[in-house]
């Protein structure tokens, strides 16, 4: 639980310095959005790998450009 904790508490420190918010409560959509995009992400790429493994092709939900890797993922 306590890494789930942490992460939010990062989410959070970095919007705060971002939008210059005053306290979570303004910024508390823009968290739900974040994690949001990035369940489906990962739904997304659970259902490729289903895909893959029983010899289907697989279209994913999102176009590339708008999948999390692509946007929000820290660049290597």
Do not use: C
């Not at 029983?54 to 279209?59: R, S």
């Amino acid at each position: 639980m306590a890494n789930f904790e942490q992460t939010f508490k990062n989410i959070d420190d970095l919007l705060y310095k971002d939008s210059g918010a005053d306290s979570e409560i303004d910024y508390i959509e823009q968290t739900s959005w974040v994690l949001f995009l990035r369940y489906l992400d990962s739904f997304d790429k659970n259902r490729e790998d289903k895909a893959i493994l029983e010899g289907k092709n697989y279209t994913p939900i999102l176009e590339p450009k708008f999948q999390w890797e692509n946007w929000a993922a820290h660049k290597k």
